[in-house]
Each structure stands twice: as C-alpha cells, then as structure tokens.
C-alpha cells in the first residue's frame, strides 16, 4: 500500500463545475496535510493546508481532513481552465523527535482538465 | 525577493559518474529540502536539512548524499551514476519558525544519464 495514495486521473470536469480530488494515507501518526498544484513544465506550488478535522476553505478552494478515515479532499469550486494542472497530496509525518519534523510525502498526483 | 535558484538546470552524465547538483534557497530560509521527481515515482523525498544539519532523509541508496553549507546553500551528489538516476531534482526551501509545511520549490535540474 502506498503511503499517500491518489487517483491519477486524469479528471475532467467542465468549466464552471465543481472538481474533487481525493487522497489517502497509510500512517495514523500523520500530522498534517498539504494540497500542491503543479503546472505542466513548472514546480508545485502551495494551495491549502490543513491540520484539524474538518473543513478549511480559501476562496474557491476547500480541503477537508477525516483523521478517523485517513481520507483528505480537496475541492475546487467553479471550476475555471487555468485550474488545469496536477495536484498533489502531501502529508507530514510524526515527528522523528528532537528538532526533527516528519517527513514529507507526496502522493503521485491526480491530473485535472477544466474544458470551456 | 529572489526565489529558489538550482543549478544546473539541464546536465546530462553518462553511468558510472558522478553529480553534484546546486540549490540557493531564499534569502533567511534555513532549511532545504530536496525531491526527485520521475513520471513512473512521482515526487520522493531525498533529504532535509537545516543549520547544516541533515533532519531527515528518504528512502534512497547511500549513492546519494547531500550537504548544507552556513549560509545556508545546499548541494546534492549522486555517484556512480544510473540510468534510473534521471530525473528531475528539485530543492525546496522553508521557513523553520512556522511548521506550515510551505515549501518554495526551485525550478529544478534535469538529469539525462546515458
């Protein structure tokens, strides 16, 4: 099992509409949960974080973190093509102790296409 | 403010050699991280380090090495090259006072091993 596992799409959902991304994670420990997007050619980019239960929304962005399910969500509201990109789920580990924080591990990104 | 800066941006080696790969991180970011990233593996981590001091690191063979220098500069080696070694190495850099997990990605060096 992967530890950070996405579908890789690619999803494709018209302009407008609302898009959702899923990811799970192996490690109950994980402390929290990041949303990357990465542009064809380009470097990831930060989006959303999200260390609680719940929901967490910016703008037309809304992740959502279920510890119990080790399930995080993002959704992405009215839908427009320059949201065209992979996104990639990121989870922190527990930390390894002393000045340490957990390390890093992304998923293998799920692919989205807004089309007009 | 300048970003991340890698050098080189493109490289190609042949197996058997060896590579060191560069990475300036932004100005009062202490800590860099770096990634390889590969169609098939996706993004995985390689090390972390901060104050010159390694952190973490990822699941790759010794042949892979890293240092961080004062002024916070970082380089990666990778010896005795292999064909699976291509990729994109990308270094990321973060602020340590806040543990938000922003990391400010380079533009990345391809490595084409031949």
């Known amino acids: 099992q992967k530890e950070v596992e996405q579908n890789s799409g690619p999803l494709s959902v018209p302009e407008g509409a609302i898009a959702s991304l899923n990811c799970t994670y192996s490690?109950?420990?994980?402390?929290?949960f990041f949303w990357y997007r990465q542009y064809s050619g380009k470097s990831p980019e930060l989006i959303m974080f999200?260390?609680?239960?719940g929901d967490k929304e910016d703008g037309r962005f809304t992740a959502q973190l279920n510890k119990a399910s080790q399930y995080v969500s993002l959704l992405i509201r009215d839908s427009q093509p320059s949201d065209s990109a992979t996104y990639l789920c990121v989870n922190r580990g527990p930390n390894a102790g002393g000045t340490s924080y957990g390390k890093l591990t992304f998923g293998q990104g799920t692919i989205l296409t807004v089309h007009p | 403010k300048a970003g991340v800066t890698q050098t080189p941006r493109y490289l190609i080696k042949t197996r058997g050699q060896q590579v060191t790969l560069s990475c300036s991180p932004i100005?009062?970011?202490?800590?860099v991280s770096w990634y390889q990233q590969t169609p098939g593996q996706g993004l995985q981590f390689l090390f972390e380090?901060?104050?010159?001091?390694?952190?973490n690191k990822g699941n790759f063979p010794g042949r892979f090495s890293g240092r961080q220098f004062s002024n916070s500069r970082s380089e990666m080696n990778v010896s005795t090259l292999e064909l699976g070694d291509s990729a994109l190495y990308l270094c990321?850099?973060?602020?340590?006072?806040?543990?938000?997990?922003?990391?400010?990605f380079g533009e990345g060096s391809r490595l084409t091993v031949l």
């Open positions: 380090y901060f104050s010159e001091t390694q952190r």
């Open positions: 100005s009062g970011h202490r800590s």
């Open positions: 999200i260390y609680s239960n």
């Open positions: 490690d109950r420990g994980s402390q929290s």
């Open positions: 990321a850099s973060h602020r340590s006072s806040t543990n938000t997990g922003e990391l400010f």
